[in-house]
């Protein structure tokens, strides 16, 4: 368990996916570039099974915004989409049920 303020360290956001591509040499690997309203970054997921990459494009997204950047594959992933596994075990995108502004904090 964790306490209120631990969870409010975490930062959640919208994002918009504005460029999606797939990794090279990974069946996958999916590499995001992502609006959050004030910049752009780069999320490396593992989405490629379920998701064509243009299939991506202008969808809205969660993410963890503050999470420390990692290297996969030789690319840096700077933050975390949030998604659930449906019942074939395929990840499930998490997002708004309407239209948000890029950036929005989730609360």
């Not at 409010?8 to 930062?11: K, M, P, S, T």
């Not at 074939?88 to 990840?91: D, E, G, S, V």
């Not at 995108?93 to 309407?98: F, G, M, R, S, T």
């Given at each position: 368990m964790i306490n209120f303020d631990e969870f409010?360290?975490?930062?959640l956001r919208v994002v918009k996916i504005i460029e999606a591509e797939r990794?090279?040499?990974s069946d996958k690997l999916v590499k995001l570039i992502v609006d959050l309203g004030n910049e752009k970054r780069q999320i490396v997921a593992g989405i490629g099974?379920?998701?064509e990459p243009n299939q991506l494009i202008n969808k809205?997204?969660?993410?963890i915004a503050n999470l420390e950047?990692?290297?996969i594959m030789g690319l840096e992933s700077q933050g975390m989409l949030l998604a659930a596994k449906n019942q074939?075990?395929?990840?499930v995108?998490?997002?708004?049920?309407?239209e948000v502004s890029?950036?929005?904090k989730i609360s």
């Open positions: 409010q360290r975490v930062n990794v090279e040499d099974k379920k998701y809205e997204i969660v993410i950047p990692r290297e074939n075990n395929q990840p995108l998490i997002v708004p049920d309407e890029p950036g929005e």
